[in-house]
């Protein structure tokens, strides 16, 4: 018996796998060499373009951000989680994710395992002056596997690309599947497609099985494992020795030719694009233009895949299907301005898309970039704003000061006009460090500034309140019109007016406000507050007592709130304190718009209707007595939606946050 | 115009004949909720804007039908666009949207 080492020797000596074909070439491979080149100079060109159209600071930022350990160790994270191993569809929809990943992720690994093959037996051909662009992907056809000489290495790699492409083909099936009935695996709507996406669509199916039948009709030859040679044993059964190479091969070459030729027009770029879209998005950058830039690597990066569609609070009636972010980024990929603007406008800015989008596309912030487009430049008169709130007569002309209007209402006493002028050595002691902005909404729900003041009360919180004669807008709705500059002004002048104030917290109760004060405000020294986190606060240092009663309580995420500002544990934890807290059908990131919100221009009181109703449902799915909500838009768009609702429902009343713990 | 021998103050003058068909037409095309109002003023009664400056979609619709699109203009460039008008509207019109699409077709000239 021969020493294994012996045998190991011998058989490097002899070479496990021939160049079947000395000349490394024929002509089938010329229909995908002719794709593969178009794409790759496409996207060469495309890369160059995208990059240049960014500003120069954002360049600088982008290359900075690629050294930055913490971008690093985000980045890697992210290429790996969402390009190869797609996590965020796994953790949604399970089948989706298998169905996505045995495409992707299987496709990917038969090239690169197919690059490793030629690299291990016949690495010159690696080169791309002797074929290195299309011999990896014609190995089989190429090769002849030297009869009794193979290795183990060898039979490994015919099992793993045996594996791999009965993995891919798994999911073609699933995906043919998912065109007749996408609802079983969990989508209820599904994009249509447009002709490039059919054309990539069709060819990619055809390319796998495809390559089944040619490599299993050479399975003779280049050698193959479970799956190949047991086909090639079924062909042998069916034609005898007669076996069609050459039209097997062709039709493959052919399939993967038009797939990369019709890629950059389909949904299909989103494989390569989505690299790029990480990266930049890691480094911070925010697109300027609704189309250029940044944007454009968003908009490329969108893969089409439709998981909007359901999302979107909009699609309880069909025919607004077509204002999702997925159709909107097709129409931004065809310059089809007309299209956008109307789909810009008719936005809740709810931002469920983009919570839920595999790929991260920040659609809300491309709408937004839109209408600035359009918006930003009409005209507007701000010069009020100054004498609104200038040195603190916030209340406007003629008016009580806040504080004093505040100490009217014996809603704080270290701000009592009387105690004030007595000690004047107290003012800037007894100054609440603590400022109550309510915003526009809460003034017309001014059960909610009650329920804030009572609480404040039990808990022994002096406070100031900002704006309790009228304050001015926040700026959120202007910047969510699209008009910048003019949201600038009215930032420009609360800012000026809560750092005068003195304050240490500012607290809010429209989430709104909240969101704006929080994200643009740049308020230094001074901490930004919902009012949901400071009683939550409250409760948990002891100053506010609650006591546990029988109610029965859903929490409703206002979007500003939830998705907007992540905070969704806060509310829920005080809530628990004081009742049973039920789930709702669809909470946290996933939460539906009440249909009120200031983000759609242009969608009307009948459809806000509809989406009120879809949203009560929703909540109403574990028969709650009590709808809480900690947004002012929120109780009031609830509020009427359950006293005027057409078809039968549980009794069921709405409340603020702040009114459970009042 | 006819004279009829006896005058108004310019303020009160109201010429109907220089009312805009088109604009108006052009305006209730991209916002239709312009034809449902009713006047009632509940939307200048919550405006943010109108504790501190002269602001009033109510007077700048009726201003628009009267032929007096400056003015319509000069009413509505304080508006912060905040929505109470909209939650407020018992004709359900879609108000920050009517003031953007009045800003811009009567502002394009």
């Known amino acids: 018996m021969t020493p294994l080492f012996q045998l190991l020797a011998a058989q490097a000596e002899v070479p496990e796998v021939i160049d079947r074909i000395p000349s490394g070439y024929s002509h089938f491979v010329i229909p995908f060499t002719i794709g593969i080149t178009f794409f790759l100079c496409w996207i060469g060109v495309g890369c160059v373009r995208l990059l240049a159209a960014i500003p120069r600071t954002d360049m600088i930022r982008f290359w900075k951000s690629l050294f930055i350990p913490k971008t690093i160790v985000k980045n890697l994270k992210d290429l790996f989680g969402d390009c190869l191993f797609h996590v965020k569809i796994w953790q949604r929809k399970p089948l989706l994710g298998y169905m996505h990943s045995a495409i ?12 490793i093959e030629v690299a291990l037996f016949v690495p010159a051909r690696l080169n791309v002056t002797r074929g290195g662009l299309f011999y990896p992907i014609f190995y089989r056809y190429f090769v002849w596997m030297n009869p009794g000489h193979t290795t183990l290495r060898g039979s490994f790699f015919f099992f793993l690309m045996d594996f791999f492409l009965l993995y891919v083909l798994s999911g073609i099936a699933l995906a043919v599947f998912k065109r007749f009935r996408s609802i079983v695996l969990g989508m209820r709507h599904t994009t249509k497609p447009s002709l490039a996406d059919r054309v990539a669509l069709y060819s990619l199916w055809m390319i796998f099985p495809l390559r089944l039948l040619a490599e299993s009709f050479t399975a003779d030859l280049s050698g193959g494992s479970f799956l190949t040679v047991g086909v090639n044993h079924f062909w042998h059964f069916l034609f005898g020795d007669k076996l069609w190479f050459t039209p097997c091969w062709w039709a493959y070459s052919v399939c993967l030719g038009l797939f990369f030729a019709a890629m950059p027009f389909s949904r299909y770029m989103h494989i390569l694009t989505e690299v790029l879209w990480i990266l930049l998005r890691n480094a911070g950058i925010k697109p300027h233009h609704p189309r250029k830039g940044v944007a454009e690597a968003e908009i490329y990066a969108c893969s089409s895949c439709g998981l909007c569609l359901d999302a979107c609070p909009m699609n309880v009636q069909k025919k607004n299907l077509k204002y999702s972010s997925v159709y909107f980024i097709r129409f931004l990929r065809r310059h089809n301005e007309k299209k956008i603007n109307t789909i810009a406008d008719k936005c809740l800015m709810c931002d469920k898309c983009h919570a839920l989008c595999p790929v991260g596309v920040d659609a809300p912030a491309l709408r937004r970039a839109q209408r600035t487009t359009v918006n930003n430049s009409l005209p507007y008169d701000y010069s009020y704003l100054s004498s609104a709130v200038s040195a603190g007569h916030l209340s406007g002309p003629g008016r009580v000061h806040p504080r004093f209007a505040a100490a009217e209402y014996g809603l704080s006493p270290a701000a009592d006009p009387a105690e004030r002028t007595d000690s004047p050595v107290a003012d800037d002691t007894m100054k609440p460090e603590v400022m109550y902005f309510a915003g526009c909404m809460t003034h017309l729900t001014p059960r909610i500034i009650k329920a804030v003041d009572k609480v404040f009360k039990a808990a022994g919180i002096e406070y100031v309140f900002a704006d309790r004669e009228g ?23 609360n800012k000026k007016m809560i750092e005068e104030s003195g304050c240490k917290t500012l607290v809010l109760s429209c989430p709104i406000c909240y969101k704006i004060f929080k994200d643009e405000y740049g308020l230094e020294g001074i901490k930004v507050v919902h009012y949901t986190q400071f009683i939550n606060d409250l409760i948990a240092s002891g100053k506010l007592k609650v006591g546990m009663s029988e109610e029965k309580m859903v929490y409703h995420d206002p979007c500003e709130l939830g998705r907007g500002c992540g905070v969704f544990f806060e509310p829920r934890a005080a ?18 718009c009440c249909g009120g919100s200031l983000g759609s221009l242009t969608l009307d009181t009948r459809d806000r209707a509809k989406i009120s109703e879809s949203s009560v449902a929703n909540l109403l799915a574990n028969g709650p007595d009590t709808i809480v909500t900690a947004c002012p838009l929120c109780l009031k768009t609830f509020s009427e939606a359950v006293s005027n609702s057409r078809v039968p429902m549980p009794v069921v009343v709405v409340k603020d946050f702040a009114e459970i713990f009042s | 115009m006819v004279d009829f021998g006896f005058g108004l103050v310019p303020s009160s ?39 501190f400056a002269t602001t009033s979609l109510r007077e700048a619709i009726e201003d628009i039908k009267n032929a007096k699109p400056e003015k319509a203009l000069e009413m509505l460039r304080a508006c912060q666009l905040c929505g109470k008008c909209s939650m407020v509207c018992p004709r359900g019109i879609n108000t920050r949207h009517l003031i953007l699409s009045i800003t811009k077709v009567y502002s394009a000239e």
Not at chain 1, 471 to 493: Q, S, W
Not at chain 1, 578 to 585: D, I, P, Q, R, S
Not at chain 2, 19 to 37: H, Q, T
Request: glycine share 10%; with cysteine; charged share 25%.
């Open chain 2, 13 to 51: 003058r109201m010429n109907l004949d220089l009312f805009d068909k088109e604009k108006y037409g052009e305006l209730s095309a991209i916002e239709p909720d312009v034809r449902i109002c009713m006047a009632c003023g509940s939307c200048t009664a919550v405006c943010t804007a109108g504790k």
């Open chain 1, 471 to 493: 304050g001015i807008c926040c700026g959120r709705p202007l910047m969510l019109a699209g008009r910048t500059d003019a949201a600038a002004k009215v930032l420009e002048a």
């Open chain 1, 575 to 592: 809530l628990s304190q004081v009742g049973t807290l039920v789930k709702a059908a669809k909470e946290y990131d996933e939460s539906i």
């Open chain 1, 104 to 115: 992707a992720f299987g496709w990917f690994m038969l090239i690169v395992l197919g690059h």
